[in-house]
């Protein structure tokens, strides 16, 4: 109609809010069990403990690992480090995986087809974000697990399960290093703890329908 309509440069489409996946602690055991090559099993079962991001776990170093205090030194995204805790079963775990390889920089050194030791004789690195997605998503078709499942997943799992714990939304916010308290309030919604408390008043309100 040949009419300027400046209005339209400021009309935005109401943002939309998508759930993600979370798997219950039984389904991340499960799949996890199923990671056949050790490497991406422990790299990703360290992924699930301490809440991080793919390439967080995928690049802790040996130094990292503060047994003293029991925290992993996690470098986040944006060059913001922060600590997370490190569970007592997987301390053990970790020493005990680290003797397979030991090397001096890398906790998750990338296995290659010439091996692991060709691999640490030529500092070939920590493993590949691509190789622990192929070897999750290996894991998750082979588990017959109907949601639908990345790395990431693992992370948000996490949140949940220590939402549903009882932790508070602060300090989940400080372990996930999460800028706003708003992005760790996702987690309100997921937990089936926080569902289950509406049960009985949901109940209440059909009764005598």
């Avoid at 360290?46 to 690992?65: F, K, Q």
Wanted: with cysteine; hydrophobic share 35%; aromatic share 6%.
């Amino acid at each position: 109609m040949h009419q300027p309509w400046p209005t339209l440069r400021f009309v935005r489409p109401a943002p939309s809010t998508r759930l993600p996946s979370v798997l219950s602690r039984d389904e991340v055991r499960q799949v996890l069990a199923l990671v056949r090559i050790r490497v991406y099993r422990e790299c990703l079962t360290t992924i699930y403990a301490g809440g991080l991001r793919l390439l967080e776990g995928a690049r802790l170093r040996v130094a990292d690992i503060d047994s003293g205090r029991m925290v992993l030194h996690v470098h986040g995204k944006g060059n913001r480090d922060r600590y997370v805790p490190l569970p007592a079963p997987l301390l053990p775990r970790l020493r005990d995986y680290w003797r397979t390889h030991r090397s001096r920089e890398w906790l998750f050194p990338a296995p290659t087809r010439r091996g692991l030791q060709h691999s640490l004789a030529h500092q070939g690195g920590p493993v590949t974000r691509s190789s622990l997605q192929s070897a999750f998503r290996r894991a998750w078709r082979k588990s017959g697990i109907a949601k639908r499942a990345s790395v990431h997943t693992l992370r948000h799992s996490y949140g949940t399960h220590l939402h549903e714990a009882g932790v508070s939304l602060r300090v989940i916010q400080e372990i996930l290093g999460h800028r706003s308290v708003r992005t760790t309030q996702i987690y309100t919604h997921l937990t089936s703890a926080v569902r289950a408390t509406l049960t009985d008043p949901l109940n209440d309100l059909m009764s005598g329908l």
